[in-house]
């Protein structure tokens, strides 16, 4: 394909990791492929390149991230100053002008103007042997040419928030290296969405596992509920395991403003089960296809509206064990369960931090239990041994 600033996703497919980075290059090879995803464009890593040339930014930006990042506070101060050289630098009038045509065309193309996400997609992103996925920000319920460019920025400048700049200096990515491509992709209203791994996520095994909870699925990827989890033999089809959760939050669209909102869950659906069988075996062959398609096991977000079943994004599951790893013992009880986020087993005392002013709890070899983890914690997070992360701490100690 030619190296223009905005790109239909249909043009691209899974070999324009450089152009669109890995999200968008699955996405357009699943539209490719016929799948049900939904419509949009992409703002190329080119188009991010050549606005921090044309702003002269370069050496400011990147200066200004060369910092210790083992240190939270310098790393604090080091994201609020990349972030604020991009985003008082403008956009190249001609590309603003294509980004504000393809939004129009799409509105155009669905009939009325439309809400979508805006979400980043980094060429060191979603690679068989590294993903950087939740490093940079999504932008939901975006709605309106101006605002569509605001949150394209907004999109760009989080390629340098605190987290990722960490992990990439940790993973050896030269900052100077890794550009991002926006995704602005029409928003499913989604009645119920969640995440899907077509092989178990440890070991590998032929189980699909679902995980699914009211609403759009930022909860469920954000670890903001406790999601429902369904366990689907592969082979048989046979729904091995259910565990529904009790629900209290979702994410919706505030019918009045158009903006991402947290609700409660209405009392009928709180201990309702999100999906019934047909929904899970559609899922699962889903699953199935986008296995086969890429050629690895695949880490899925999808959302259902009207039943219809949506993919929103497929990446490769990169924490899949080696078999010499599954030799170590295992622990002769468990108060805590849930999914493995990096393969591995280890054993420490538990310290439970409920803010940073107790990071000082935690010695080498501990592992860290919090609700979940911000960059104050890097420190503390070298320190330990392995990290657990609470949804909800239930009764009988028994949390995900």
């Known amino acids: 394909m030619t190296d223009e600033s905005v790109v239909w996703l249909e043009e691209v497919g899974k070999e324009d990791i450089t152009i669109v980075g890995g999200k968008g290059a699955s996405l357009g090879e699943m539209l490719r492929s016929e799948l049900p995803v939904p419509p949009g464009f992409a703002v190329t890593a080119q188009a991010f390149r050549r606005f921090i040339d044309e702003n002269g930014i370069n050496d400011e930006l990147f200066s200004s991230l060369e910092v210790d990042v083992d240190n939270a506070d310098i790393l604090r101060d080091a994201e ?11 956009i190249p009038a001609d590309m603003e002008k294509s980004i504000k045509s393809k939004y129009r065309e799409l509105c155009k193309r669905e009939g009325d103007e439309v809400f979508v996400a805006v979400r980043s997609s980094a060429t ?9 996925a939740g490093q940079q920000d999504t932008f939901l319920n975006i709605k309106g040419e ?54 178990h996520p440890s070991t590998g095994e032929p189980v699909t ?32 395991e259910r565990k529904i959760a009790t629900k209290n939050v979702m994410h919706t669209k505030d019918p009045k403003t158009g903006k991402t909102i947290d609700i409660p869950v209405p009392d009928d659906k709180k201990n309702a089960k999100v999906l019934d069988d047909d929904e899970i ?22 959302a259902i509206k009207n039943k219809e079943i949506f993919i929103l994004q497929s990446r490769p599951i990169t924490t899949i064990k080696k078999k010499k790893d599954t030799k170590e013992k295992a622990a002769t009880s468990a108060i805590l369960e849930g999914l493995g986020a990096s393969p ?13 002013s107790e990071l000082g ?12 983890t911000t960059p104050d914690m890097v420190p503390a997070m070298k320190r330990a041994a392995a990290i657990v992360t609470i949804v909800r701490w239930h009764e009988n100690h028994c949390g995900r």
């Open 281 to 302: 075996l559609k899922l699962v062959d889903f699953g199935d296809v986008l296995e086969e398609l890429y050629g690895i096991p695949q880490d899925i977000e999808w």
């Open 209 to 240: 596992i679902i995980e699914g909870a009211w609403g759009l699925g930022e909860t469920v990827v954000s670890g903001s509920v406790s999601p429902d989890y369904y366990l689907v033999d592969k082979k048989s089809r046979n729904i091995k």
């Open 80 to 90: 609020k100053k990349a972030k604020k050289i991009i985003m008082g630098a403008k």
């Open 146 to 199: 101006q605002n569509v460019l605001d949150a394209v920025k907004k999109c760009w400048a989080s390629l340098y928030g605190a987290r990722a700049i960490y992990y990439r200096v940790k993973q050896g990515f030269d900052h100077r290296k890794v550009n991002l491509c926006a995704v602005v992709q029409m928003m499913v209203d989604a009645e119920k969405a969640g995440v899907m791994f077509s092989s």
């Open 344 to 356: 591995g087993i280890a054993y420490g005392e538990a310290k439970l931090i409920s803010d940073a």
């Open 361 to 372: 709890k935690v010695r080498n070899g501990d592992i860290l239990v919090a609700v979940m």
């Open 124 to 132: 060191a992103e979603d690679l068989p042997d590294a993903s950087f």
